[in-house]
């Protein structure tokens, strides 16, 4: 069994079925950073031209660094089946050259 090739065919693997879920993460990142700055712009105009007070923006802006927490515990959930599935096609890969080698299904 070649453990070098067995090692790099594993981080392929657990590279190409993690690399899925950056692309829902990265538009949805994307999305969320786009409305938070605009919301954030918005507000900072309405300071500058008096309409209104740093007090009220002080409180719509903790709105937006909330939305932003819950984007936070979103993004966990993705990391997490990102990693549980970059793990399993490890271990398929490990699996195949353990058994392979082995001439038997052991794993």
Excluded: C
């Excluded at 829902?24 to 300071?47: G, P, Q, R």
């Amino acid at each position: 069994m070649n453990f070098k090739n067995t090692l790099q065919k594993m981080l392929s693997a657990a590279r190409i079925a993690a690399g899925a879920h950056w692309n829902v993460v990265s538009d949805y990142l994307e999305k969320e950073f786009a409305m938070a700055t605009k919301e954030a712009k918005a507000i900072a105009l309405e300071v500058a031209a008096g309409t209104k007070t740093p007090e009220q923006a002080k409180i719509e802006l903790q709105s937006v660094e909330d939305s932003l927490q819950d984007v936070r515990l979103a993004l966990t959930v993705e990391a997490k089946a990102a990693a549980q599935e970059a793990i399993n096609a490890a271990l398929d890969v490990l699996r195949s050259a353990v058994n392979s080698a082995a001439k038997v299904a052991i794993f």
